[in-house]
């Protein structure tokens, strides 16, 4: 793997989530941070929504950035003229390509596949569209079938090719065998789109890469419709750090384009959330802190100002005497072993009371106000 095109549909399968609606404002502001950060591509909406949804790609087509931007289409010639009408360059088109898939949308006529891919890819090219084809469900598709979609869009002039794990049911592993056998027999760059119903779309992202995709669709935050999708800021910095892959983008900002989409979005990160969750660079542990005041990589990964994030060493239950000095130590206040071995059960005995760790002036005030030598606390 030596470069990865990444494609981020933060502004459609990321919106597609239930309950998140981002206003055109948002989607500018998300679009703008975006290109600012490097991301080469952006899959911006659905024009042949109408409305308010077209409204907000013609403003972003409108901006003028650098990043290339992408209409999400139905394999219907409506959608793309809607794509066109909002200035829109390059369509995505959309096929269902799994048995299950083909019955519920084209009344299981597997002709339909052919006719409306021929006529929307033809209909685009027409109009000196860039063409992206996606298959649907394609990780419950026939295999030989998926291939047949594939040369079959690749003869028509589509330039990108879109492996769906629609519903996430892929490992790894899988992922791997299902997408190498793609990429032997169609010329066409492979695109990943995965979900994370299992946990695993940013791995199987990867696993699809491993195997010769060389694109990757990705939303902030993990965003998408059930479980979400491959998270951008994952994605980034596993191919940095795992995989060597270098985009050249400012890693720096990702914090700060999580935090956008958790206001445009309304939906809180877990603190955990890989790469920008408020807690990744949060020590309180005695072992873990004890590490980190020596030597941070003992107990991180990457510097958190990779990601334009920051550590912090908390003091709660669990506690040890090197944190706790050298916290108190940073605001003037030194301790002797038996002083500190006495804070630290006061601060474990207040931290269970209060089943949160401490602040730095709760932790100054045990301390300070002698409650504690008094055996109160
Ligand atoms: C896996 C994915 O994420 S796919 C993207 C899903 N995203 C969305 O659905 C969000 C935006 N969607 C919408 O705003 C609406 O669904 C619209 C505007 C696209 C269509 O709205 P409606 O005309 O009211 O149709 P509705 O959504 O109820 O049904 C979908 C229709 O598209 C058809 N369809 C679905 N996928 C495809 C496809 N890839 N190619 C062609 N037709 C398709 C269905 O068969 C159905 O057709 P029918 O109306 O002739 O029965
Ligand atoms: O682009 C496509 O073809 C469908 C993308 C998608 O959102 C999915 O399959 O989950």
């Known amino acids: 793997m030596n470069h990865v095109h990444v494609n981020d549909t933060t502004l459609r399968d990321g919106e597609q989530a239930a309950g998140i609606v981002f206003s055109a404002i948002e989607k500018i502001a998300i679009a703008c941070l975006m290109d600012a950060i490097g991301i080469p591509e952006l899959e911006v909406g659905i024009p042949a929504m109408g409305g308010s949804e077209a409204e907000a790609i013609t403003a972003i087509v409108q901006k003028g950035l650098k990043t290339a931007l992408l209409g999400w289409n139905r394999a219907v010639r409506s959608d793309i003229e809607a794509s066109i009408a909002c200035g829109l360059r390059r369509v995505h088109i959309s096929v269902p390509v799994s048995d299950i898939q083909i019955k519920a949308k084209f009344k299981g006529k597997t002709n339909l596949v052919w006719d409306r891919l021929r006529d929307s890819i033809n209909f685009a090219l027409d109009h000196d569209l ?149 807690n990744v660079f949060a020590h309180e542990s005695g072992i873990h802190a004890h590490g980190v005041l020596q030597n941070p990589q003992t107990y991180e990964p990457f510097s958190p100002d990779e990601v334009g994030w920051k550590r912090r060493l908390v003091v709660g239950k669990h506690s040890g005497r090197h944190l706790l000095t050298n916290l108190l130590s940073q605001h003037g206040i030194s301790l002797n072993h038996e002083e500190s071995q006495v804070v630290l059960d006061s601060v474990r005995h207040l931290s269970v009371q209060m089943k949160r760790s401490l602040t730095v002036e709760e932790l100054i005030d045990v301390v300070t106000n002698r409650s504690m030598s008094h055996g109160i606390v």
């Open 130 to 278: 860039f063409v992206s084809v996606g298959a649907e469900d394609a990780s419950r598709a026939d295999e030989s079938f998926l291939v047949e979609v594939a040369q079959f869009a690749e003869s028509l002039g589509a330039s990108r090719f879109r492996f769906c794990d629609t519903v996430g049911i892929l490992n790894p592993l899988t992922t791997a065998q299902k997408v190498g056998k793609l990429v032997k027999s169609i010329k066409m760059p492979i695109e990943m789109h995965t979900h994370n119903d299992f946990g695993l779309a940013t791995a199987n992202a990867l696993a699809g890469l491993q195997a010769g995709a060389v694109s990757v669709n990705t939303t902030v935050n993990g965003l998408g419709e059930r479980a979400g999708n491959a998270a951008l800021e994952e994605m980034i910095m596993a191919l940095k750090r795992l995989y060597q892959v270098d985009l050249g983008m400012e890693t720096s900002r990702l914090r700060e384009l999580s935090q956008l989409v958790v206001k445009a979005s309304g939906i809180p990160l877990p603190p955990w959330k890989a790469i920008v969750g408020d």
